[in-house]
């Protein structure tokens, strides 16, 4: 049964921690609850998006979102990779830290970061 009132994810540890539902065990089991269940997306640990990147763009093909939370998500090269691979969101513990920290990384890196949204991904002016 597909509701449409509020988005709702599917939260999974992505196989870093091997639990009784095999339904938590992978991004692929992740996504197939999602297809099977009509969920907008799954909330992953950035540990395994970040040691399976290609993943990001096997969510993507689903039509699926893709949100990560871990403490990994406060190191602004974590949230800059995640920017770059086409994660949807992350979840982190100091927004304004991490914004600031993310402009400087941006701004090392030569390009100024604007905070609108072209496409679902952040982009770079």
């Known amino acids: 049964m597909e509701q449409f009132t509020y988005p709702v994810f599917f939260l999974t540890d992505g196989g870093t921690i091997a639990y009784s539902d095999p339904r938590r ?20 640990k950035v540990e395994a998006i970040l040691q399976a990147p290609e993943m990001v763009n096997q969510i993507k093909r ?10 990994l998500n406060n190191v602004p090269e974590a949230f800059c990779r995640q920017e770059e691979l086409g994660v949807d969101g992350v979840i982190v513990d100091d927004v304004l830290e991490i914004v600031n920290e993310r402009r400087k990384v941006r701004d090392e890196a030569g390009s100024v970061v604007t905070d609108q949204r072209e496409g679902g991904h952040w982009t770079a002016a």
Request: with cysteine; charged share 15%.
């Open 62 to 71: 689903t039509g699926l979102c893709l949100l990560t939370y871990g403490e």
């Open 25 to 44: 065990n992978s991004i692929e089991a992740a996504i197939e609850v999602c297809k099977t269940a009509g969920l907008q997306g799954i909330v992953s």
